[in-house]
């Protein structure tokens, strides 16, 4: 057990706060310090872009995660930013010279913190190896298919399912005529059937309200496709929440549905364009 109090009162971890959005460290920059988080939440994002100007949230770490354990042999640049979500209290040591001394006056102490840091890195390891087998699995399917089409990414979504523990799946896209406004093309409790039930969207975003669902527990992702469209799969459960993890694989495998939509248009533009030139 992580004994937060002894170490705040310790000469050796310094406190601070981090107010909301305010950036602990950003990606590549470099520092040797170890870190618990003592309250609130802390994001791990990594950017999207080359020019630095998206991120996306990797992970949210709560109180007693201990994070940039990789300091404590290695003084590489920092792989991700680290960002508050809201008002966030931390603790930090100097992971060489400042644990060292700190195991020689409290060796006790010293075990407790090494012990809980190797059961965290360890759970996050396993965590690892269920998203990287989901991408697999996933990966696995897509080769089977021989055809980018609408049944096909149907039959994907169907797939998903059984990989990743889901009740049902809904799937939507932007309506080509009206603005604010998404068509459910699929819905996988009807299977293998295509859908055109029109719903409204307010500021362009989809919420469960607007879906007219009560599910309690469910997972939005946005489908990267083109900055003028709007494509959604929206994943649902009826007995267990979605973990962080569990958001982390979904938006993982999304992006390979995203993939798929982005060349099931291309294929369809270019039959248009030959249809046309004929």
């Given at each position: 057990?992580?004994?937060?109090?002894?170490?705040?009162?310790?000469?050796?971890?310094?406190?601070?706060?981090?107010?909301?959005?305010?950036?602990?460290?950003?990606?590549?920059?470099?520092?040797?310090?170890?870190?618990?988080?003592?309250?609130?939440?802390?994001?791990?994002?990594?950017?999207?872009?080359?020019?630095?100007?998206?991120?996306?949230?990797?992970?949210?770490?709560?109180?007693?995660?201990?994070?940039?354990?990789?300091?404590?042999?290695?003084?590489?640049?920092?792989?991700?930013?680290?960002?508050?979500?809201?008002?966030?209290?931390?603790?930090?040591?100097?992971?060489?010279?400042?644990?060292?001394?700190?195991?020689?006056?409290?060796?006790?102490?010293?075990?407790?913190?090494?012990?809980?840091?190797?059961?965290?890195?360890?759970?996050?390891?396993?965590?690892?190896?269920?998203?990287?087998?989901?991408?697999?699995?996933?990966?696995?399917?897509?080769?089977?298919?021989?055809?980018?089409?609408?049944?096909?990414?149907?039959?994907?979504?169907?797939?998903?399912?059984?990989?990743?523990?889901?009740?049902?799946?809904?799937?939507?896209?932007?309506?080509?005529?009206?603005?604010?406004?998404?068509?459910?093309?699929?819905?996988?409790?009807?299977?293998?059937?295509?859908?055109?039930?029109?719903?409204?969207?307010?500021?362009?975003?989809?919420?469960?309200?607007?879906?007219?669902?009560?599910?309690?527990?469910?997972?939005?992702?946005?489908?990267?496709?083109?900055?003028?469209?709007?494509?959604?799969?929206?994943?649902?459960?009826?007995?267990?929440?979605?973990?962080?993890?569990?958001?982390?694989?979904?938006?993982?495998?999304s992006t390979w549905i995203s993939w798929l939509i982005k060349e099931k248009k291309i294929i369809e533009e270019e039959q248009n364009k030959n249809y046309m030139e004929s």
């Amino acid at each position: 057990m992580l004994q937060i109090n002894f170490l705040k009162n310790s000469w050796y971890f310094k406190e601070f706060h981090l107010q909301a959005n305010e950036v602990l460290f950003d990606e590549g920059e470099t520092d040797n310090n170890l870190y618990i988080v003592v309250a609130w939440k802390i994001n791990v994002e990594k950017y999207t872009t080359n020019k630095r100007n998206e991120t996306k949230i990797l992970a949210s770490l709560w109180k007693n995660e201990v994070f940039w354990e990789a300091a404590l042999n290695s003084d590489k640049p920092k792989a991700v930013k680290m960002k508050a979500q809201r008002e966030t209290l931390l603790l930090s040591i100097n992971a060489t010279k400042g644990l060292s001394e700190f195991s020689e006056k409290y060796p006790e102490e010293w075990l407790n913190l090494l012990k809980y840091i190797i059961h965290i890195s360890n759970t996050r390891l396993s965590k690892s190896n269920e998203l990287i087998t989901a991408n697999y699995k996933v990966t696995q399917e897509i080769l089977k298919i021989e055809q980018i089409n609408n049944k096909n990414i149907f039959w994907l979504i169907d797939k998903l399912e059984e990989i990743i523990n889901i009740d049902y799946t809904l799937f939507l896209e932007n309506n080509p005529v009206l603005e604010k406004y998404l068509v459910i093309k699929y819905d996988s409790r009807d299977k293998w059937k295509m859908k055109d039930k029109i719903i409204e969207i307010a500021d362009n975003k989809l919420d469960l309200l607007e879906l007219k669902l009560n599910d309690m527990y469910h997972n939005i992702q946005q489908l990267s496709i083109w900055d003028s469209e709007l494509w959604y799969l929206v994943y649902f459960r009826k007995n267990i929440n979605f973990s962080d993890n569990d958001k982390k694989i979904l938006t993982s495998i999304s992006t390979w549905i995203s993939w798929l939509i982005k060349e099931k248009k291309i294929i369809e533009e270019e039959q248009n364009k030959n249809y046309m030139e004929s």
